[in-house]
């Protein structure tokens, strides 16, 4: 028993030793996850208070994707001619921090609607973000890095910040106390923009910076024209990317309306949504800590597929019949820890295979290229989403999105017969 301790001690101590542009890209985002942890379970119900309908709640969600298209390839194109820091830090103050506050201020749905605008924008800093979150990690290590970032993500719920928020809720009134907690989320952020801004180290670029704005952008489509077509030729790239299609809207619909779904449909006490969070988080901490981090690049490939079956295992239980022990609590409780298996190891694992298709110099313009495809797809089928639940019916949502886990599950699959079966190398 003392030397399991021991090796376990061991192992975690080199897992959380991340270099210097590792430890203030993941761990200074914990400045990100407290106000989250804290503020997700109540934010759609939030919005409904502001004003927004079931549909529009939605709707807003979806609806300015494509100005976070434009933002994204600006994002890649500035990832590699001004360099990640920059581009991370000025997307990071136009998303997040005028997001947080709009949702401060906001007295109407109106500004909430002005909140998501602005929200849509982060996905200009994503590329600037994932090339920074592996810079200099070898392909054999980069499942780890992805584990501490799950971990770090995580942290803010296993330490009871979920409870926290519930506890504000329920003593100020959701309205009120949603106020105080994006009040104190903008803080937060400007201090997380600070330390990133003055103590990430820059990386360099690998494009010149082009002689005027018509030139860049001629030669940003061209490279990501070129840059397109070269992923889809990747061994098993395009049943991968197609299933992460449907992974990105099904993540992003059921992140807006779950919590709805719990108290509306199911009839859960909104401050449980607090309680489901905190236990959530735990299911997804155990999964990242003990089992992803001891998968090698071909163990990876090896479990593809295994998030959809828990993605679809968390969407079934909602099914149960409720009585007795099957309160809406246990239910939703379930249901939530079965979905945060399969985010952690899709946000980890599966990431990761992604990351080992491409190499460093491309990494940039693959990630807004992919995230480009995946958003157009949570644009469209997002939007026939909100008008599913809240003018059909969210029982049909439901059955629409176990469709396609178990199309995603076969897609997966078809990508590792694909990777496991040609000359797949890992790039560094």
């Avoid at 593809?304 to 079956?309: I, N, P, T, W």
């Amino acid at each position: 028993m003392v030397k399991y301790f021991k090796n376990l001690w061991g192992f975690t101590r080199n897992m959380f030793a991340l270099p210097r542009v590792q430890i203030f890209t993941i761990y200074g985002g914990l400045l990100w996850a407290i106000p989250l942890a804290m503020i997700t379970p109540f934010r759609s119900l939030y919005l409904v208070s502001l004003g927004l309908s079931d549909t529009e709640v939605g709707l807003y969600n979806f609806m300015f994707i494509p100005f976070g298209l434009v933002a994204l390839w600006v994002g890649g194109y500035l990832t590699d001619t001004w360099g990640r820091k920059k581009t991370l830090c000025l997307f990071d103050t136009l998303s997040w921090g005028s997001y947080c506050f709009y949702m401060t201020i906001a007295s109407n749905k109106w500004w909430a609607v002005a909140a998501l605008f602005f929200m849509t924008l982060n996905l200009g800093s994503l590329p600037a973000y994932q090339c920074l979150l592996i810079e200099g990690i070898s392909s054999n290590k980069r499942a780890v890095v992805y584990s501490v970032l799950q971990i770090t993500n995580l942290s803010a719920s296993l330490l009871f910040f979920p409870l926290w928020g519930g506890y504000w809720v329920a003593r100020k009134g959701l309205v009120a106390a949603s106020h105080e907690m994006f009040g104190f989320f903008t803080l937060l952020i400007v201090t997380g923009i600070l330390l990133r801004l003055f103590f990430l180290p820059h990386s360099g670029t690998f494009e010149r910076v082009p002689p005027t704005w018509k030139h860049g952008f001629n030669e940003g489509l061209e490279q990501y024209t070129r840059t397109f077509n070269d992923l889809i030729q990747k061994p098993g790239a395009l049943p991968f990317l197609s299933s992460k299609v449907l992974d990105e809207w099904m993540l992003a619909t059921w992140g807006i309306y779950s919590s709805l779904y719990f108290v509306q449909h199911l009839g859960l006490t909104d401050t449980y949504l607090s309680l489901l969070a905190q236990v959530s988080s735990y299911a997804g901490f155990g999964l990242v800590f003990f089992f992803i981090p001891r998968l090698s690049p071909k163990g990876m490939i090896k479990f593809l597929g295994l998030d959809q079956v828990l993605g679809l295992a968390a969407i079934a239980v909602l099914f149960i019949p409720l009585g007795g022990f099957w309160s809406p609590l246990m239910v939703c409780l379930l249901s939530a820890s079965l979905g945060a298996l399969g985010f952690s190891f899709y946000s980890s694992a599966s990431t990761a295979v992604l990351m080992n298709m491409i190499t460093e110099k491309e990494r940039a313009k693959v990630v807004a290229v992919s995230i480009s495809v995946f958003q157009v797809g949570v644009w469209i089928l997002g939007s026939l989403s909100a008008f599913l639940y809240g003018k059909l019916s969210p029982v049909a949502l439901l059955f629409l999105m176990m469709a396609a886990r178990v199309t995603g599950f076969f897609l997966l699959r078809k990508a590792k017969v694909a990777l496991e079966s040609t000359d797949f190398h890992l790039k560094d």
